[in-house]
């Protein structure tokens, strides 16, 4: 039985660990997955540095010896991603890194990579991210559409998903038949879902990144596969993967759709942020029925809704 708390054994030897980023819970989720017929182990996503203790307190309380962690893969660079890799690096020497091509250089020298978050994250969240450490070139793979990572038997494959960020990749386990999506299927809310029996979502679109053509093929290839589960970075495992794409498509379409009313205002993105909070209240509301959707049975998960659709509405407005 595991007792750390946060880490959930999902079907097909994979666990799902809160990563409880800037302290939050149910917010960023990592994945450990297990090889088959090896005793290698691959970590998806780290986080930002300041969970990357949570990682490795986890990793301990499966019994797993640090060497053991074959392979580290991150599905973008963006810093509640991949914040935390330098120092993931440092504990799991073993390890070598999976990232997109356009990542790696700056992820060798992060420079860039922190002012550009510095940009639009700002100093407190900054803080609140950690230090982010460079990663030794040796230790960098390119992680590039159709590349195999072996685990024993197992077998993850690069899908290229280039919407939400160039440098995004999501990593298919033909095994489970699951795809760690990162963040190029949306943002999923397990407990809201399991309150109004329906799954919720939304994009994640923010800029400077976001291209929204590129999002939808994403969409479409992911919806046309054969994947049946989504391991959501924000966050956690959910199916069928066909119905949660089909949805977040449909909210993709409208919240560029709604965007498109904004672009070219004064105050655009302020408005659009709240255009779109508005939107998505009235969503919910209209699945409540006699229920509500109070802090004690939803925990944060209104936060991870709406407040990002402040950067998501940046992404927006310049996506032409
Ligand atoms: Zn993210």
């Known amino acids: 039985m595991i007792k750390f708390a946060g880490l959930i054994k999902l079907p097909g030897d994979i666990w ?45 309380s499966l ?45 060798i020298d992060p420079t860039r990579l922190i002012a550009g978050s510095r940009a639009v994250y700002g100093e407190e969240k900054m803080q609140l ?70 799954p919720i979502l939304r994009p994640a679109t923010p800029g400077p990144d976001f291209n929204g053509t590129l999002m939808l093929q994403d969409l479409y290839k992911i919806a046309l596969s054969k994947v049946q589960n989504l391991y959501f970075a924000h966050f956690g495992a959910a199916a069928p993967a066909q119905l949660l794409i089909e949805i977040v498509t449909g909210q993709l379409l409208m919240h560029m759709h709604i965007a498109a009313g904004y672009r070219g205002k004064e105050n655009a993105q302020q408005q659009l942020c709240t255009a779109l909070q508005k939107y998505t209240l009235k969503g ?18 209104m936060d991870l809704m709406l407040q990002p659709l402040y950067d998501s509405a940046d992404g927006l407005l310049l996506n032409t």
């Not at 939050?24 to 780290?46: C, N, Q």
């Not at 077998?155 to 990749?169: I, M």
């Not at 509301?285 to 998960?301: F, H, P, R, T, Y």
Request: aromatic share 8%; glycine share 12%; charged share 20%.
């Open 16 to 60: 799902q660990l809160d990563l409880k980023e800037r302290g939050l819970p149910g917010w960023t989720a990592g994945y450990l997955v297990k090889g088959t017929g090896s005793k290698d182990w691959m970590l998806i996503e780290t986080g930002p540095a300041s969970s990357a203790p949570r990682i490795l307190a986890a990793v301990d």
């Open 63 to 107: 019994g797993i010896s640090p060497e053991q962690i074959r392979y580290i893969g991150v599905t973008h660079i963006h810093l509640d991603h991949a914040g935390g890799l330098g120092v993931a690096a440092r504990y799991f020497q073993k390890a070598g890194i999976w990232v997109h091509p356009r990542g790696i250089r700056h992820l």
């Open 129 to 198: 991210y950690g230090e982010v450490l460079p990663v030794t070139p040796a230790r960098l793979h390119p992680a590039r559409e159709g590349t195999q990572i072996r685990l024993g038997e197992r077998v993850l494959e690069v899908w290229e998903t280039p919407g939400h960020a160039k440098h995004h990749v999501c990593y298919y386990d033909h095994q489970t038949k699951g795809l760690f999506s990162g963040d190029a299927a949306g943002v999923y809310l397990p407990r809201t879902s399991k309150l109004l029996k329906r």
């Open 284 to 301: 919910l509301c209209s699945c409540l029925g006699d229920k509500n959707i109070a802090a004690d049975l939803v925990g944060n998960e």
